[in-house]
C-alpha cells in the first residue's frame, strides 16, 4: 500500500456529488444542508448550563432551551456530526490528514490561529444575521432558487474579495 496521498477529486464530480447529496437530503429529511444552527443550539445549551434564567428570558436563545428542546434531538446536529465524521473518514482514506496551521508565512502560528477565529466568528455572526450560513442559505437558498440564497452567496463572495485585496499584503 502506498503512504502518498490520493489526488484529489475533479471539481466537476465532486460538485455533482454535492447537488446529488443535496437533492438527497431535500427528499429524505424535507429540508436542505446546513451547519450554524448546529453551533447557535450548543452555544445557547452551553449558555443555559452557566445562566439558566438569563438565557430562558433572552428572545434569541430562550426558545432553543425551552422545555424539551435538546440539541442532540435535532437534524442539524447528527447532521454536523456525520459530516465531521465523513470528512475524517475520507481524510483518513486519503492519507491527507495531519495537524497543521496553514496561512500567511508572515505571521506565527498564533497570528495565523488568531486571524482564522475572528474571521470564523464574523462568518458566524454573518450566518447568523442572514438565518443561514454558506451550506444552509447558499446552497440549499440557491438550489430552491430562494433570492436570499443568491443574494447571500453574492456577498459572501464580494466580501471575501474585499477582506482578501485588504489583507493581502500579510499573504507575500
Known sequence: MS????????????GL?????LLLTFLLTGHGLGG??????LAAAGADVLAP???????YLGPMVAEGNNPL????????????????????SARRFRFDVDGPTRLKKAGRLTMALVGGVIAGF???????CTSGLGLSG??????????????FFISGAIFGLLTRRLWQ
Open 3 to 14: 503512504s502518498e496521498a490520493k489526488p484529489l477529486w475533479r471539481p466537476h464530480a465532486a
Open 17 to 21: 456529488l454535492l447537488g446529488l447529496g
Open 36 to 41: 450554524s444552527g448546529f453551533t447557535t443550539a
Open 53 to 59: 434564567s438569563t438565557t430562558a428570558g433572552n428572545s
Open 73 to 92: 434531538n435535532a437534524w442539524i446536529t447528527w447532521q454536523v456530526l456525520g459530516v465531521a465524521i465523513g470528512a475524517l473518514i475520507g481524510a483518513v
Open 126 to 132: 454573518g450566518a447568523r444575521i442572514s438565518l443561514g
Open 142 to 155: 440557491a438550489a430552491t432558487l430562494a433570492t436570499a440564497g443568491f443574494v447571500f452567496l453574492g456577498g
